[in-house]
């Protein structure tokens, strides 16, 4: 999705808005994210049973 207009305040909050819409899984890395933007996975739980 690109957003563009002449406001850079009225474009960064209606990207925030749709950031905050669907935010970032930590887990999965799932989400609405900005570009050239890092996420950081977490591991998870690994089971015992193999």
Do not use: D, E
């Not at 009225?10 to 890395?29: D, E, L, Q």
């Not at 996420?39 to 089971?47: D, E, L, M």
């Amino acid at each position: 999705m690109v957003v563009f207009g002449l406001n850079p305040n009225m474009i960064s909050k209606t990207a925030h808005r749709f950031k905050n819409t669907r935010p970032i899984n930590i887990f999965t890395g799932k989400g609405v994210r900005f570009t050239r933007q890092i996420i950081y996975r977490k591991t998870g739980k690994v089971s015992n049973y193999r």
